[in-house]
């Protein structure tokens, strides 16, 4: 995170916005994956087969490190670049609605920024903005978190939805953004790119902080028939639009 040496020459921007883009996929995935877990179908379905212990269990622990564990045993030649994608993205949407599942009673607090929003934004000042900063790391961050991050509490701002909850929830998206950001740029400067693996941390970090953020800032209320329940056709068009 402090590491303020000069960037890599040459810096593969394209790389980077491409890290972005899939990383933006993988989180709308697990999103997406949210807001099954919390239709009556699926959460039908998933009471009747498994015990609550054993979801979380699946969950927070099997799962994850059955998923790095196919990263890190299958290299690039056995596994493709596609076909490790396409499993990080089904694993990414498994988590998702099975950490929802689990968290049903909990409604989500709607002033915490969207997870995918921050990484969309960045990925598309790397490409725009990372060139005329040269090789100066730190206006390199500052040009692509700095102006993700200014352009998110404009436009929260603006929605009247700025606050504290808000300005804590960002300041950990921000944290995370960074993070991932370094890593990107060390991988760079060491030879070593690691695209899916980046991926699959995100979506490790996103699992775990939605949990928390549900049960921290969320609302309990047992009455599940007061949660929501829409067609899919509006679930995916309003998951990807918010």
Same mark, same amino acid.
């Given at each position: 995170?402090?590491?303020d ?5 040459? /810096? ?5 916005? &491409? ?5 933006? *996929?993988?989180?709308?995935? !697990? ?9 009556? @179908?699926?959460?039908?379905? $998933?009471?009747?087969? /498994?015990?609550?212990?054993?979801l ?6 099997? $799962? ?14 056995? !596994?493709?670049?596609?076909d ?5 993205? /089904?694993?990414?949407?498994?988590? =998702? ?7 049903? #009673?909990w409604?989500? &607090?709607?002033n ?12 598309i000042m790397?490409? +725009? ?9 730190? $206006? ?7 102006v993700?991050?200014? +352009? ?11 606050? !504290?909850?808000?300005?804590? =929830?960002?300041?950990?998206? @921000?944290? @995370?953004?960074t993070? &991932? +950001?370094?890593?990107? *740029?060390d ?9 899916e693996? =980046? ?20 609302r309990? #209320? ?18 990807? *639009?918010?």
């Amino acid at each position: 995170l402090t590491d303020d040496s000069p960037l890599p020459q040459p /810096f593969d921007y394209f790389y980077s916005l &491409n890290s972005y883009y899939w990383r933006t *996929v993988t989180i709308v995935c !697990l999103r997406l994956g949210e807001r099954l877990g919390r239709t009556t @179908v699926f959460h039908s379905f $998933l009471s009747t087969v /498994f015990y609550p212990y054993i979801l979380m269990f699946l969950t927070y622990l099997l $799962l994850p490190a059955h998923l790095q564990f196919i990263h890190l045993k299958y290299d690039k030649k056995s !596994l493709p670049t596609a076909d490790r994608r396409l499993i990080i993205m /089904f694993y990414s949407f498994l988590l =998702g609605m099975l950490s929802s599942h689990l968290l049903i #009673e909990w409604i989500p &607090n709607q002033n915490l920024p969207h997870p995918f929003f921050i990484p969309a934004l960045v990925g598309i000042m790397i490409l +725009l903005a990372g060139p005329s900063v040269g090789h100066d790391r730190k $206006l390199f961050l500052l040009s692509t978190i700095g102006v993700a991050t200014a +352009l998110a509490i404009s436009i929260d701002i603006l929605n009247n939805q700025f606050g !504290l909850l808000y300005l804590l =929830g960002l300041s950990l998206t @921000v944290f @995370v953004a960074t993070f &991932n +950001l370094q890593c990107l *740029v060390d991988g760079m400067k060491k030879g070593d790119l690691d695209m899916e693996g =980046g991926i699959i941390k995100v979506i490790l970090i996103l699992l775990f902080s939605s949990s928390l953020d549900k049960v921290l800032w969320g609302r309990y #209320e047992a009455d599940l028939t007061k949660h929501y329940n829409i067609s899919t056709g509006k679930l995916i068009l309003h998951t990807i *639009v918010f």
